[in-house]
Structure formats: structure tokens, C-alpha cells
């Protein structure tokens, strides 16, 4: 969609695509991820973790409700009282929500059925009210659309990391196709076993504390000064 | 070889590995580099190696019991006298490699986290990595052994940084993680007795399985062996767990060396016999005949004494004030009977319990230390006014 877009909107000083613009989008991937680092959205990520397919749709589901919230609640942000801005947000954030859930339960009824009450809850996804108020408020539409775009996928990305491994290690298959043979379990004469603890939400906990491991192992400025 | 491990030599890297491999039973003649210059006869490594040596006949009797309970299933060599070798060595060729790769992988990590940190070895992995095997049931197998220490190791210590660090006790954190991964292998009645048949063997009639206290979690209340086989340990249980007496030889140990606390110790026997005396009084009217087994007897079985002598007195996860260890050791002991007894899907709640307190054990040492505050400077205030 980059050059597509980019060409007609143009005409202000800055790109669409400009410097300050790419790191809405890179910024919230690493150094500023909604998960690893403002640990906002643990919750359902703890949740919906045990496949990889709930992941993916939930992930999906969240893009769609800050992208289009940013961008609506950016183009309304000087008609908002600033004194009932909370309850306007919560109201265009539960109007996304329905939306998303009405369209889950219409394309991909099995998967909402598993989803469920987590679509609902997105409403409270701290990631949600986090973006709307910090930054589409005192922002414009484009800006907005690309924060919510890039928290969003930073979100995505841990979500569909854990429910990889969890997955893998829980139910030997990824995205519900088997990975680990039928051969080698124990009820086949084999002598592996899938691991429960993976599919209980202690173990996502586990799995994100090693992503911030690794993650500020490697980015050494995330490391609070003591 | 030294000089190759010395700095700028060339296997500089793995200096610390040789460092705790030189160190490991004798003191070098090299003086302390920094820090407070105490040099003590006894240091982390000698603390360890006596807990090694109280737990040894946990380990001995654990390899005769799991021998004697494979000999049992199958109806050979069944008075408790007969076949002692047998039972031993069958037993041995059991548990060893547990052992072993419970030493291999923990220590193995251990190594590589020493490597890349440039610390010393710290020590204490040597009484984890014997505790591990003797909480396994016998039939564990030896890949679950290795995840579970690698977890327990990586997740349990070294993210908290390490020996001395830790919130959980490191064995209990593998037992628990290989409960809750594979349930399967670690609870109900197929695990605790090896049944591998040769040819020409078959299982005794009626064989079960079960241990005294799965059998008692079902409401089989016949099928608890008596108090005092329980004591000398002839039952089905995990490998080093089943006798009371190997771990009152063990609490001996640790008692004269003053490495265990007796505290800890007094306080879990305390409050497990308080709760099972609350059992017995209201077992009665109830109508629970689990309630009713006797005090002694209740304490006698599944692992309470195990987890009272080595597990709850564990110096890094336990309460650090004194009267902090009293209601700390109170607490596991009333836990440990209360999960045992009410929950039918937990059939034993030491580690439960002491996992729990080791979580709670800060907080009971802050308020201790808060009251004790308190109070002086309450007293301080009436001495100036």
C-alpha cells in the first residue's frame, strides 16, 4: 500500500512515510513494545495463547479495533469534551468491538466460539485505551492510524510467538496441523508426552518473562538503571 | 594445568568450571581476592556436602524399597529379609541414572551460566540435583528428569540470579513443573512401582499400585499400610521418600552439624500434628474415616517427613527471622495435612505447602521485622520522654 498512498496525500511538509512517521510503526515492534515493555495486554495474552490460530485471529481482531479507533477518535478529538473524552472513547472502542465480534461469528464461527468472551474483552485491553488517549487525542489521523498499526503488530508478534511454542509443546501442532508424529507419544509406543503445563496460562507467563529476556539481552537500553 | 586456566591462559573461559572442579573437596591454598578475608573451614560447598551426606540414606533405602516393591509386584523374594542384593542392585540400576542426569543437565547448565556470567560455581545445585531424584517416582523417564531440572535450573534460579536467590525451592519447582506437565507420570497408581516384566513374570493378583495415600484419596481407607511400616518405609511412594526413619537419620545429621533448622523442623511437625488433631476431633461427627487415621500415623505417611527434614529448612526460600521460621514451618505443616486430607485431586500436599510458603516467607519476615521495629521504638519513645 506504500506507494499506492502515499503518492495523492503527499502535499504537507512531511511523507507519509517519513522518518518520524516509520518509527510509529518499528518503534512499538521492539523498543516500545505494548507487551514486553509497557506490559499492557497481558491478560490476553495469557488467554488465547494455547493455539496459534487464536492468536492470529485475535491479533487481527485488536489491529482492526485500534487502527480504525485511532483513526476515528483522532478525527473527533477537537469536538470531544475533554472532560467525558473517556466514556467517548469506551463508546466508539465497545462500537469497534460488536463490529469485530459480529464479523467473527459471521467468517469464522468455529474460531469465535473458542475466542468468545476475549473478543469482548479486547474492550478492556489496557493496549486499547492506552493508544486512544496518549496518543490519537493529541494526534492527526495519519500519525494515529500508524501508532495504532504499529502497536498493534507489536502486540501480534509476541502473541503469536508464545502461542507457537505453547502450542507446539501442548498439543504437538501448529496452527492445528500435527508437527510432532502420532508415532513417537506414549499411547503409540513412543515415549514422548505433550506438556499440560503449556497449556495452562502460568506457562504464557513463563514464556513472555523469557521473550523480555532475550529481548533486553539484546537491547541493552531497555535495562533499568538501577 | 592450573597456569592453562589462570587469566590470559588459554582455556581462560572455563576458569570458573575449574575453579569449582579444584575447589570441590578440598580448600586451595589461595587467598580470598575481595570481600570480608574470613576463611572458615566450613564454607557453601562443605554445607552441602553434609546435606549430601544426611540425604544418602534416603538414597540407599530408596534403592532397597524400590527393588522390594518390584520383587513385591511380581510375587518373588516377598519377606522383607529376602533377596536384600537383589532388591538393591535392581533397585541401583533404577535410580542411578536418575541421578545422573539429574547431576548431568543441572550441573551441566550450571557450568554454561557460570561460563558466561564469569561468577564462581555456586554450589548449590550439588543438594537440588540429589533432592530431584529422590522426589521422581521410579518409573520417571530419564527425558521428563532432564526437563524438569532444566527448568527448575533456568526458570526456578538463575533468571533470579542464581544460588542464594531463588523464591522456590529448586527441587520442589522441578517436581512441580513435571506434576503439572505430565500428570500422568508423576500422580495415580501406574507410577510408583516399577512393573517391567522379564519373561516367565507376571503381576501378583490384586497388584494396585497405588501409593498409601492415593489409595486413601479415593476413600480406601484399608488400603493405608500400617503406621509403623510407614516409619521404616515399606510402601510405594517416590524413590527417597517413603521412610521416616532415613529422614529422621538425615534431621539427625543436619540437627548436630547445625546446618538444618530445628526450628523449621519442630514447627512443620507442630503444625502438622495441630491439623491432624483438628481431624481426628471432627472426623468423627463427620463421618470422614480419611480424618480419623491418628496423628502419628498421619504424619508417618507420604513424604511429610521428607519435605520437614530437606525441603521446608532449605536456608535461601525459608523464613530468615526466627520467629518468622515458626509460623513459616507452622503453616507447611497445617497445609501439607489440610491438602492432603480435603483435596481428592492433590493426594499429597507437602510440596504444594512448602512451594506456598516459600512464595509467603518474605512477607512473613517484613511483618516480623516491621512488629519487632515497632516495638523498639515504641520502647525508645518512653525512654526519651
Redesign the interface.
Known sequence: MSTATAAPAAKPAEGLFSKKNRKLITDPLNDNNPITVQVLGICSALAITVKVQNAVVMSLSVLAVVVVGNMVISALRNLIPGRIRIIAQLVIAAGLVTLVDIVLKAYVYDVSKQVGVYVGLIITNCILMGRYEAFAMGNKVWPSALDGLGNSLGYAWILVVVAFFRELFGSGSIMGLRVIPESVYATSGG?Y?N????I?PPMAL?IV?III?IQRSRNTKLIEQA | MKPTFAKGGKLEKLHWVFDGLETFLFTPGHATEKGAHIRDGIDLKRTMSIVILAMVPCLLFGMWNVGHQHYLAIGELVGRGDGFLEKFIFGAIKVLPIVVVSYGVGLGIEFLFTTIKGHPIQEGYLVSGMLIPLVMPVDTPLWMVAVGSAFAVIIGKEVFGGTGMNVLNVALTARAFLFFAYPTMMSGDKVWVNTGLEEGQKLVDGFSGATSLGHAASGNIAGVVPMLDSFWGFEAGSIGETSAFACLIGAAILLLTGIGSWRIMLSVLLGGAAMSAIFNAVGPSIGNEYMQIPVLHQLMLGSFFFGLVFMATDPVTAAQTNTGKWIYGFLIGLMAILIRVVNPAYPEGMMLAILFMNVMAPTIDHFVVQSNVKRRMKRAALQTA
Not at chain 1, 506438556?195 to 503449556?198: G, L, S
Open positions: 515415549a508426552f506438556n499440560n503445563m503449556m495452562l513463563v518473562g529476556w
